[in-house]
Structures are given as C-alpha cells and as structure tokens.
C-alpha cells in the first residue's frame, strides 16, 4: 500500500509525494550482553524476507503508541524474548545504520547497549533459535547480519564509560 501525502506550501502551490519516497521506518534494535560483557545475545530469525535464518540483535519497528525509544526497547523486548527475560538498557548511546529492505522500503537502525539482568528466554514466533555468542568468537559466528561484530565492539566500549544512574531496566 502506497500512501501520498499533500504538501501546501506559501502562494497556493502544492505537491503529491509518495511517503514511501520520503519517510522511513525507526527500528531499535538491542544488543544484550552478558552479565559480565563476555558474550552477546543472538536470535536466528524467521521467516523473513531479507535475512531468514540469519542471526541477529532483538528489536524491531518503533510504532506510534510507543511513547519513547524506552517504550518501544521495552515492548520489542518483551514480544521478542519474553516478559520474564529482565535487561538493563543504555538509551542515550546508539551506534545507528541505514538499511535498504529488499522491498525498497528503508530503515534507521539504533543499536542500543544491554545487559541481561535475569529470566528466562521465552522467543518469539519471529525467531526459531538463540546463541549467546562469546566477543572474541564474534567474527568468525555464522550466519549473522554482517555489521553485528562491529557493532557489539563499539557498544561494549561504550558501557565502559557508562555509570549505573544511566541505564535503565526494561
């Protein structure tokens, strides 16, 4: 479904732009780390048409009853991987990509900082597996979504910096 929108400008003029062409999707993504930072958590996805069978971080599409990045982290976190799988989030630090889809559509990627407080793993009908892949193993693990060990460093480096105040529990 192609949606337009109507821009009006000053002096009358207006203009029928196809959404498809100017927006994109927001889709927070998590990277959740291992209590002591020596693994990460990965989910072999389902189903899906541009990476099934990949591994990949937890998250998804922000929507619009999310009142926050923190609600959406939260929500995706919980439809993902369970109420009862507990996680402390870094929300003011993200390593953010562009991602073309095979459909055309586009996508910004904020990769956000967690680690595993507690729970259980409870997955999704979105993924079929789990590994918790130690960092130092990170690049030879396959299959992973290609920018996953690059990303994993940069946000570990980031929560050395980061003091218990910042995070947040989801």
Known sequence: MIFLVKIVLVRNYSYNI????????????????????????????K??????????????????????????LSREKTEEV?????????PHYSIDTFFVKKDGSRMILPHYYAV?????????????????????????FEP????????ATLLSRAATIAEDEDFVAV
């Open 18 to 45: 196809r959404m498809d062409s100017l927006f994109f999707q927001y889709c927070p993504k998590i990277a959740v780390f291992s209590q002591d930072g020596s693994s990460v958590l990965l989910c072999r996805r």
């Open 116 to 140: 595993h407080q507690s729970g259980e793993i409870n997955l999704s009908e979105e993924y079929d597996d789990y590994r918790w892949v130690p960092l130092n193993s990170l690049d030879e």
């Open 144 to 151: 992973k979504i290609e920018n996953i060990a690059w990303i």
């Open 47 to 72: 189903g899906e048409a541009d990476y099934d069978g990949v591994f990949s971080f937890i998250g998804g599409k922000m929507e619009h009853k999310d009142l926050s990045i923190i609600d959406a």
């Open 82 to 90: 369970g109420e009862l799988f507990r996680i402390k989030v870094l």
